[in-house]
């Protein structure tokens, strides 16, 4: 027992079974001009200027006010935190059908292209009921980052 409990449960303890941190998560970009920066401060320069409000970035450290992001095409550097929101959005990572319903047998809606952003209403099990322009439907939870 105690040989499985070393090979088996501690490995998933100390090092999880996800490719993110605990302490990672994701928020959304509150305007529509955001800039990300070098450094944790106003003094480092810009590297970045976002121009889509609802991005979703994932958030891996912090220092002060800051936050350091990382955007779905590996960008990284620092953000205020008042340039963050809590807003739940995703980017459609490859193409994706949207379904009428939670189920790959209801009614096919539209197909949704690699980079097309989406805003998250709600989720259940392996599917997200998202908003994208005029559409509205539920698409496959792994078509999507900016979930954990």
Known sequence: MLRIFFFLILPTVLFGSNSFANDEYFLTLRYDK?????GPSK???IKI???KKYLPVLIQDR?????????HENNSGWVHI???????AAIINDDAIMFNDSTIYSKPLVILEAGRLCLIKKCKND????????????????KLWGLL
Not at 34 to 38: A, Y
Not at 63 to 71: A, L, P, V
Not at 82 to 88: V, W
Not at 127 to 142: A, E, I, L, M, S
């Open 34 to 38: 955001v800039n990300l920066r070098q």
């Open 43 to 45: 003094e480092y320069p």
């Open 49 to 51: 200027f976002y121009k």
């Open 63 to 71: 220092s002060d006010n800051f936050r350091k992001i990382k955007d």
């Open 82 to 88: 008042s340039q963050l929101s809590k807003k739940k």
């Open 127 to 142: 599917w997200c009921r998202v908003k994208t322009g005029k559409f509205k439907g539920w698409v496959k939870k792994d």
